[in-house]
Each structure stands twice: as structure tokens, then as C-alpha cells.
């Protein structure tokens, strides 16, 4: 069956630094992936898409990279403000198939 | 411009009871979804409407029945809540259909259901 995976731990990183969260998939050939961020008690917000014939895509200190080689896309954020805490959901698509997501990698950015 | 908003924020249940959560969009999008959202599980979706006139289940539909009533509105029934039914549920509008490029989705603020 097609299975996302986001790292479940939290991760925790100095203010400053960039800030790299794992979306990996098995059993599916996405044609675009999407990150949408949410904060607590709030609904997700899009940030990013990317296509499957895309390897980078950038908008302000956010990075996206997909390799559909290794199944696998990187979320970067450069120079992370606590302002940048949150959760960030990995969303893919292909087809005619509808938007699936990821469970979520919680981001602690420590001032 | 509100995007999409939902109603109740809040709400609780008795098993057995039923209840209709509110979505509308004010962005002329075709399609609009219902998802759930539970500790460890990530958004799975319940149903959702490609376009006007048109409802399709997602991945957990079992107990839930939608409308889309027009463009602008999609509203998710719970005719016998169960205590599994406990979640946050989210409503979305995207302005393609699924599937297609760059389906981006807006989604509501969520309303919280507690089913004792």
C-alpha cells in the first residue's frame, strides 16, 4: 500500500541554522508534491509545490527537492527564526489521484 | 476575502447523536474536501467534491454523508456519532480538481468534535 513518511520525532534546531525535514514515500509515483505548514489549532497552509520533473524549487528562505529515484523529497529552511516553529506536512499527488498526506514533522526553531 | 470557514469551531456529542458541519469558500474553486485529523494519523480524507454537483468518497467514509449544495458550499453529516468519531475536521477548496497540477489546497480553521 502507498505510505508517507515524515520523521515523527520533533526536530529541534538553533536559531540561525537551516532547518532540513524528510518526506519519504514507498509503493507510489507522485506527480507533484506539495508542503503545506500548521500551526497549533489551526488548519494547514500551503507553501511549496514541486513536480515530479522538478529536482529544486526555491521561494525565499524555503528550498524544496525531490528525487523520485530515491523516493524521497527535503524541505529546507535557511537561516530559521522561532517564528518558523510549527509542523510541516508533506503532501503527495499523481494522476487522478487525490492529494494524500503525510503525518507531519514538528519544528522547534530555539532562539 | 474570508477563504473558507467552517462552523461550529466547537463541538460535542453524545453517541448516538447527529450533527452537520458547515463549510464555505468564498474563492470560486471547483473542488472542496472533508478531512479528519487525529494524533498519528495525519490528515485522511473523508469525501470530497471534484465540482458542483458531484461527491466522491476518500479514504474513510464510512459513517459520514456530504452535500454540496452549490460552489460556494459542502457541508459533512454525521447521522450516528460514534466516540470514534472524535477528531478535528478540516475543510478545504482547491480550484482544480484532484489530481490535477498544482492543486493547491486552502483549508478551513477545523472544528473540534468530541463524541462522549
Known amino acids: 500500500s502507498q505510505k508517507i513518511e515524515q520523521n515523527s520525532e520533533a526536530l529541534n534546531i538553533q536559531e540561525g541554522k537551516t532547518a532540513t525535514l524528510t518526506c519519504n514515500y514507498t509503493n507510489y509515483s507522485p506527480a507533484y508534491l506539495q508542503w503545506y505548514r500548521q500551526d497549533p489549532g489551526r488548519g494547514p497552509v500551503f507553501l511549496l509545490l514541486i513536480r515530479e520533473n522538478e529536482k529544486e524549487k526555491r521561494k525565499e528562505r524555503l528550498k524544496v527537492t525531490f528525487d523520485t529515484t530515491l523516493k524521497q523529497s527535503l524541505f529546507h529552511i535557511t537561516a530559521s527564526q522561532p517564528a518558523d516553529s510549527a509542523t510541516y506536512l508533506c503532501?503527495?499527488?499523481?494522476?487522478?489521484?487525490?492529494?494524500?498526506f503525510g503525518t507531519g514533522t514538528k519544528l522547534q526553531v530555539i532562539p | 476575502n474570508a477563504g473558507v470557514t467552517q462552523t461550529p469551531k466547537f463541538q460535542v456529542l453524545k453517541t448516538g447523536q447527529s450533527m452537520t458541519l458547515q463549510c464555505a469558500q468564498d474563492?470560486?474553486?471547483?473542488?472542496m474536501y472533508w478531512y479528519r485529523q487525529d494524533p498519528g494519523m495525519g490528515l485522511r480524507l473523508i469525501y470530497y467534491?471534484?465540482?458542483?454537483?458531484?461527491?466522491d468518497k476518500g479514504e474513510v467514509p464510512n459513517g459520514y454523508n456530504v452535500s454540496r449544495l452549490n460552489k460556494r458550499e459542502f457541508s459533512l453529516r454525521l447521522e450516528s456519532a460514534a466516540p470514534s468519531q472524535t477528531s478535528v475536521y478540516f475543510c478545504?477548496?482547491?480550484?482544480?480538481?484532484?489530481?490535477?497540477?498544482?492543486?493547491?489546497?486552502?483549508f478551513g480553521p477545523g472544528t473540534r468534535l468530541t463524541v462522549l
Open positions: 478545504a477548496s482547491s480550484r482544480m480538481t484532484p489530481g490535477q497540477g498544482g492543486n493547491e489546497q486552502f
Open positions: 503532501a503527495l499527488a499523481g494522476g487522478y489521484q487525490k492529494v494524500t
Open positions: 467534491s471534484a465540482s458542483e454537483g458531484t461527491t
Open positions: 474563492m470560486n474553486h471547483n473542488s
